[in-house]
């Protein structure tokens, strides 16, 4: 008797959409199922270990680079793979979500990378996460063009030659897809944004003169990154293209990544594209794994955390290290502003200081760098084409001269800023506006002249945590408590209702927004992913 046919994965609870057959094919969902079957269980391994490694920090209030891999840090005989032609040169990366009019604008925008984005800048909906596969497909084969249904304007792509090169961001490693399931479980994400792109575009992009480029998030360990690695070495066989092909570049955005940066490229070498400095997710990382060590890792306001703090400082110049002694690339920190269209001041300003942090970044070492708008390209290109000229990247630029110890990299009370009371307000004003438009759907924000991405949620939530828990006392006087909390978010709510009116506010998810920030913030069993609760609400 034949063993039985494996359970073909099933679609859970989820509204057909127009040309879903087109990515959910049977192949698709066969490799997909194959993915989740084999490595699955590993993924579940690795999250368990998060967990026992926050609470062996959380007894010792400290982290070291790992002893055991010793041997592999002081062996300078390796190195990554080379770069392949398309991603050589990645002086400007433009990140959004996978929506049609960002994917025209993101392809033509000038960047040498577009991050296309089914993380942070993407609210996991059924919907966005195949219409963002279609979309994709769509821009591969120069099927897509879009027309603004408010302004009429209408928008097609730039010839080939012109376009970015996509690298692709699946889901972190903790959230899964509840729409796809097998044998009632669900895929992680991950797998899902993975396996459905890579499936479906591989050998397009190796005929476009590009390959299957990602971006991997919310790393945590060098074992996270060995999952990758087998998961790619599996992926390109199944589907029959030459081992390599497959380049990944990795979020330094977790505090417990930093102290592995080393060992990470070593786990991806043959796959492995570079590393990347992230900002807000690694200051969510830092709180959420130190928050029991007391009154020396509590962080002030986050606008006053900048890429100069020292302990940021040591974080960045440690990358741009590692990076250039293994022959990766080191690409910098987002430039999140939005310019506007009214107000020509606040532009001036902005504009300065995107210049100041690209010109940083470039002469720190760094390869290339991130902006969330199309009119920052041009600022972020003239600093790296000043330091670079005509070539492609600066990974000849060593940075022997940079020497970080342990402790360097959490040395938190190296800050002179405190914790503000309107540093209390503008978390709540943020979280509250951004979990409402994430709630509809929407992962990409403009909030306040600044792009916004679920990042920005996390760390805001996690300081109102953090203050709250830590006694914090603020300029005027006031402790930091959950009463005071609850104060501000209902004031904040009320300004918001009267600023867009009655009607507006009640078609919205204002008053879910605002119970979901408190709940994440106020709740001593402090949640490891706000995404997580969060998701449960998204429909």
Same mark, same amino acid.
């Given at each position: 008797?034949?063993?039985?046919a494996?359970s073909?994965?099933?679609i859970v ?9 087109e990515?959910? $094919?049977?192949?698709a969902?066969?490799?997909v199922?194959e ?5 699955t269980?590993?993924r579940?391994?690795?999250l368990?270990?998060r967990?026992?490694?926050?609470a ?7 982290l070291d ?6 041997a ?10 080379p770069?392949?032609?398309a991603?050589? @040169?990645?002086r ?10 960002m ?6 925008s ?9 993380? =942070?800048a993407?609210?996991p ?13 769509? !821009?591969?084969?120069?099927?897509? @063009?879009?027309?603004d249904p ?9 010839p !080939?030659?012109?376009l !970015?090169?996509?690298v692709?961001r ?11 399931q ?9 797998l899902? *944004? ?10 397009r992009?190796? *005929?476009l003169g ?6 991997l ?6 074992l996270?990154a060995?999952?990758w690695? %087998?998961?790619?070495v599996?992926?390109q =066989?199944?589907?029959?293209i030459?081992?390599?092909?497959? #380049? ?8 417990t990544?930093?102290?592995?940066m ?6 991806? #070498?043959?796959?492995?594209?570079g590393?990347?400095?992230?900002r807000w997710?690694y200051?969510?990382?830092i709180v959420? +794994?130190f928050? %029991?060590?007391?009154?020396k ?6 606008n006053?955390?900048t890429? $100069?703090a020292?302990f ?7 990358l741009?290290r590692?990076?250039?002694?293994r ?16 107000d020509a ?17 470039a002469n ?12 920052l ?8 084409d000043?330091v ?7 990974k ?14 959490i ?7 405190k914790p ?5 307000r503008?978390?709540?004003?943020v979280g509250?506006?951004?979990i409402?438009?994430?709630?509809r759907?929407?992962g ?12 920005t949620?996390e760390?805001s939530?996690?300081?109102i945590?953090q203050?709250? +828990?830590?006694?914090v006392?603020?300029?005027?006087g006031?402790?930091a408590?959950? @009463?005071?909390a ?5 004031e904040?709510?009320?300004a918001i209702r009267a ?5 507006a ?14 709940q ?14 969060a998701?449960?609400q998204?429909?």
């Amino acid at each position: 008797m034949s063993a039985p046919a494996p359970s073909p994965l099933a679609i859970v609870d989820a509204e057909p959409l127009p040309r879903q057959d087109e990515v959910l $094919t049977d192949a698709a969902l066969a490799f997909v199922a194959e993915l989740h079957r084999r490595f699955t269980p590993r993924r579940d391994e690795l999250l368990a270990r998060r967990g026992e490694r926050r609470a062996e920090i959380a007894r010792t209030s400290t982290l070291d680079f790992l002893p055991e891999t010793e041997a592999l840090r002081v062996d300078d005989t390796w190195k990554v793979a080379p770069a392949p032609a398309a991603l050589d @040169d990645r002086r400007v990366e433009i990140t959004g979500p996978t929506d049609r009019k960002m994917t025209i604008n993101a392809l033509n925008s000038g960047a040498k990378v577009w991050l296309a984005d089914f993380e =942070d800048a993407s609210a996991p909906t059924w919907e966005n996460v195949i219409t963002g596969q279609l979309n994709l497909i769509d !821009a591969y084969t120069r099927n897509i @063009d879009f027309t603004d249904p408010k302004s009429g304007k209408s928008y097609a792509l730039k010839p !080939a030659e012109e376009l !970015a090169t996509v690298v692709t961001r699946p889901r972190g490693w903790h959230l899964d897809e509840r729409h796809l399931q097998l044998d009632g479980t669900p895929v992680p994400g991950a797998l899902v *944004d993975f396996g459905l792109y890579f499936f479906h575009n591989a050998q397009r992009l190796i *005929d476009l003169g590009k390959g299957p480029y990602f971006y991997l998030p919310k790393t945590e360990s060098h074992l996270e990154a060995r999952l990758w690695n %087998d998961i790619f070495v599996f992926a390109q =066989d199944y589907v029959g293209i030459p081992q390599g092909t497959v #380049r990944a570049t990795v979020l330094i955005e977790t505090i417990t990544a930093a102290y592995e940066m080393e060992e990470i490229l070593y786990e991806l #070498r043959d796959h492995a594209s570079g590393l990347n400095a992230g900002r807000w997710d690694y200051l969510f990382s830092i709180v959420k +794994n130190f928050r %029991d060590g007391g009154s020396k890792f509590v962080l002030p306001d986050r606008n006053l955390v900048t890429m $100069t703090a020292p302990f940021m400082r040591a974080y960045t110049e440690l990358l741009v290290r590692t990076c250039h002694k293994r022959g990766a690339h080191a690409i910098g920190g987002m430039a999140a502003f939005i310019p506007s269209r009214r107000d020509a001041e606040v532009n001036k300003v902005a504009f300065e200081k995107v210049k100041a942090d690209k010109d940083r970044e470039a002469n720190d070492g760094f390869d290339g760098s991130w902006v969330a708008h199309p009119d920052l390209v041009p600022i972020a290109m003239a600093s790296f084409d000043a330091v670079l000229g005509a070539k492609p990247n600066q990974k000849d630029r060593l940075r022997e001269d940079v020497s970080v110890a342990p402790g360097d990299l959490i040395a938190i009370d190296t800050l002179d800023a405190k914790p503000s009371y309107d540093g209390l307000r503008n978390a709540v004003a943020v979280g509250i506006r951004y979990i409402e438009a994430w709630l509809r759907g929407m992962g990409a924000v403009a909030i306040f002249n600044l792009m916004e991405d679920a990042a920005t949620a996390e760390i805001s939530r996690s300081q109102i945590w953090q203050w709250i +828990n830590a006694d914090v006392v603020f300029e005027n006087g006031e402790h930091a408590t959950a @009463d005071l909390a609850r104060k501000v978010a209902a004031e904040e709510l009320a300004a918001i209702r009267a600023e867009i009116g009655d009607e507006a506010f009640e078609a919205g998810k204002w008053q879910q927004a605002h119970d979901l920030l408190l709940q994440v913030s106020l709740d001593q069993d402090y949640a490891d992913f706000l995404t997580l609760p969060a998701y449960e609400q998204l429909r």
